[in-house]
């Protein structure tokens, strides 16, 4: 059985779209809080298109970096048919945060593939619980589409072991070294993301 | 690479494996370091670079790397080489010879292992090496342990005059973990390089006098596995089942079966075969855990050590836990663990090239191209094997394009004569292991038209420089080779060598078109760099007017992932067959400007994007 004091959480995506950088400022922030840390990645060519996924476990003492299928305590989604793709990580009924855009491979575009008609009811059918959002609209709006990955850790900040402020403090530290100019702008869209994960939720809870 | 100062001794850091040994390599007072990127090892000697106090170099082959490490050793220095797995079969030549001489300044040759192939055409399993070339081999499980067996590996070099084996899988060079850092210590030679012809030049009298003494070394460096610390014993609870593990498959042990007896191998060759023997008489059954091969079990079997191994686990891929504990489980009788949700089925995303990649051009052109043969290399460029272009037929080896075109040209059969053979290859590969296959070509009169695409950068691994760039690890100025003069000085005629633009499809497809013709070698150059390095330059993006698009497709064989289908349409034609209409897109925040797709697009439907209004995403 899955050692109750680990938790396990598996960011996925595409690579290109900051889901190894958002699951390093999240590793970051558990080890602010004296845990034990490991992370690692699924990501073969990530730079080419291809999918990535990154394990996260943190704990007193973590042993094996890899989440074992079934385990995972939350599953962060980067994009919809990634989420689908990967919800059977989870523990039975857990908790799905996913941007709902749509990124298409080629092998979709020129007909070998089809795109899952309904990702997000897919994953609800199979009994997990599901926040979903349009990050990557969020992120536009705000200026800036690589803010996607803020978004999305915003998104995460209700739902992790400890306070929010310790994972915006870890996102706002990295910026603050490399680019100061970017820090408002990653807060906002950190809050963003947190409000629009907190409508998605509410949604889900009255619909 | 810029110089960093590096964390002060007793900081805590999140390190990947790769991350880790570079911080022990410097620690260890090492003074030369070199490799050729290869993925999972590239960020070893990457990260070694921003160190100071330690020469770093990318080589142009994994074997010039280690022979630049041994002169290193020879000299009496510290010194580090790295590389995937296949580089060193490329090495190899050199270390069947280093291990008869051995070193005087420590060596330690890091090998990463792509188990579970992330990125590499075969899965090999690297401790064989230690075997054939009687060198220990040290097996880290994750980045302390990586970053301690650096440290160690350089003084046991040194001190029994070996170099030493760090073997590592992708479930270390690419995880992160918490590493506790220490002190650098400078390793000054004093003696400088002492001639001792008798021990460093391997003439057949020499080396037959060197080959006992490394059957004498065996012996030691057995005897010093059958103590070393990094073979330890946990003997557990629960003696049902013992297990001897190394690497990350002793982490998926513990992981699984916390309260089993477990023999940890962190110095895996020579065997601890004493060791081992007196742990299997502790328990009932004995479980060998290893990434790939069969081989401690082998050597157990062999030695009268009962025990299993593959003949329950698998021989490819990673013995994680959710593979470990159905197979224990079986093994025990008892009952299998319900697999857990099954993943639903979702579409495959493979690897794609690039928005804008130079190789798209010349991919599109080869797929109109009917009759020819494509013998492909190692690199961003395999990719063409893969849709929409389905051009590219065949890839071994870095450099192998060359010598398998002259193959296909010189083997070809009846059915085959009036095929047109030809071979792609990058500026690093060709550097690599390429050059040598085209002057066979040449000398040997064969008939192959040679693709040489330059995009100054080793591409797949990051966009690393190399030779043809002329820019050096720490990103300095470096001479630069000329590729066009390159070739004709092994041969190639002047006429016979193009440099071509690949975004400008009508004269790469006549170039293409009118060299295979010609039944000599040809080479032709194409000029672009990689889109993910600093030498590129964004043009201005680009947008689809609906209106105007009529559905032909044109653009979308063009393979740019910036284009997307958004309405197919069935229709029958005036001559009675029915094709399918794919209406387009593009994702203007993608789009770079490399004008590729424009040029097929016959109604003129694809624009400058107007940048005065919002850029819109593409809906699906």
Known sequence: ?207 | MAAVMPAPSQSRLLLSGNEAVARAVWESGCKVAAAYPGTPSTEMLEVISTYPDIYSEWSVNEKVSLEVAIGAAFAGSRSFCCMKHVGMNVASDALMTLTLTGVIGGLVIAIADDVGLSSSQNEQDSRFWGRFAHVPVFEPADSQEAYEMTKLAFDFSEKFQVPVILRMTTRINHVKGLVTVGERVAHENADGFRKEPARWVMTPAGAGKRIPLMFERDKTLRAEAETSPLNSVDSGTDRRVGFVASGPAWMHVKESFPDAPVLKLGFSCPIPLEKIRAFAATVEKLVIVEEVEPLVETELKAAGIDCLGKDILPRQGELAPNVLKPAIAKLLGEPVPENLAKPAPVFPRPPTMCVACPHLGVYYTLAQIKNITISGDIGCYTLGAGHPWNALDTTISMGASMGIALGLDKGRGTADKDKRILAVIGDSTFLHMGMQGLLDIVYNGGNVTVLLLDNRAVGMTGGQDNPGNGRDIYGNPAPRVDFAKLVESLGVKKERIHVVDPYVLPKLFKTIRDEIKIPEVSVIITDQPCVLIDDYKKQKPYEVIDDKCTGCGNCVDVGCPAIHVTRREKVIKPSGKEVELQFVKIETSACTGCNLCVQPCAPEAIVHADLTKPIRLVKH
């Open chain 1, 1 to 207: 059985m899955p050692d109750s004091n680990i938790t396990n959480i598996l960011v996925v995506g595409i690579g290109g779209q900051g889901v190894m950088t958002a699951t390093e400022i999240l590793a970051e922030a558990a080890i602010a809080l004296g845990h034990d840390v490991k992370k690692t990645e699924v990501a073969g060519m990530a730079q080419r298109g291809g999918v990535v996924s990154s394990h996260l476990r943190f704990g007193p003492r973590v042993l094996s970096p890899q989440i074992m299928p079934g385990t995972a305590d939350l599953l962060v989604a980067f994009e919809a048919a990634e989420g689908m793709r990967w919800c059977h990580m989870l523990r039975p009924g857990g908790l799905v945060l996913m941007n709902t855009a749509r990124l298409v491979p080629p092998v979709v575009d020129i007909g070998l593939y089809d795109y899952p008609e309904d990702p997000l009811a897919e994953i609800k059918s199979r009994g997990y619980q599901l926040h979903a959002f349009d990050a990557m609209e969020i992120a536009l709006s705000l200026g800036d589409v690589r803010l996607g990955n803020t978004v999305m850790l915003g998104a995460m900040a209700d739902h992790l072991p400890f306070p929010a402020g310790v994972l915006l403090e870890s996102i706002l530290k990295r910026f603050r070294a490399r680019k100061p100019q970017m820090v408002e702008l990653n807060q906002k869209a950190f809050e963003a993301g947190r409000a629009a994960e907190k409508a998605a939720q509410h949604e889900e809870e009255t619909a």
